[in-house]
């Protein structure tokens, strides 16, 4: 199978944010961008391995900073590792008053999703290929992020993360 480039599957997506996506207090409700993060990051995923995709889990979600009424959201989306059927998506959040000029960091987070054939069963993906230093930290971390996950939800036994293990046994 031919690999592709973490450049490839970049995907920006900018919201304004009205009032039906804000809490009392005016910010962005973390449910609405939550579904926006699934959509960019998605559309990533799709790009990566041309095929329908779902989401098969999300990360702890952070956020740092809200994002209020009238603020624009900047969600840039970007593959950073693929395995098997399966894609690791980081997101970058930022918010952005356009009165005042000002942009700042809301989040990141980071989604993983599985290629989907004809039939709706998981099929085979792309490799990935990292092009920055950047992208080279987020795809040699993947391995760590994966089994962390896999290990929480009861799908592999601590034991066997060897990648992840190195970090805390010598």
């Known amino acids: 199978m031919i690999s592709k480039k973490a450049s ?3 995907t920006i997506m900018t919201e304004l944010v009205l ?5 009392t207090f005016g910010n ?5 961008l939550m579904y926006w993060m699934d959509i960019a990051s998605a559309l990533a995923a799709q790009k990566h391995c041309n095929a329908p995709v779902v989401t098969a889990s ?11 009424l009238g603020n624009v959201v900047h969600i ?3 593959v950073t590792r693929a395995f098997t059927t399966s894609m690791e998506v980081h997101m970058s959040v930022w918010g952005e008053d356009l009165t005042q000029q000002f ?11 599985v290629a ?8 085979a993906v792309p490799q990935l290929e990292v092009e920055t230093e950047d992208q080279k930290k987020l795809f040699d971390g993947a391995l760590r992020r994966r089994q962390l996950r896999l290990i929480l939800g009861g ?3 601590p034991d066997d993360a060897a990648e992840l293990r190195a970090l805390f046994i010598k």
């Open 8 to 10: 490839e599957s970049i």
């Open 19 to 23: 009032p039906n996506d804000t809490n």
């Open 28 to 32: 962005l409700m973390g449910g609405r």
């Open 58 to 68: 999300v990360d702890n979600i952070s956020f740092e900073n809200s994002i209020k």
């Open 76 to 78: 840039e989306a970007i």
């Open 103 to 113: 942009k700042y960091k809301s989040n990141e987070a980071y989604y993983t999703f």
């Open 116 to 123: 989907l054939d004809p039939h709706g069963k998981p099929k």
């Open 155 to 157: 799908k592999m036994n």
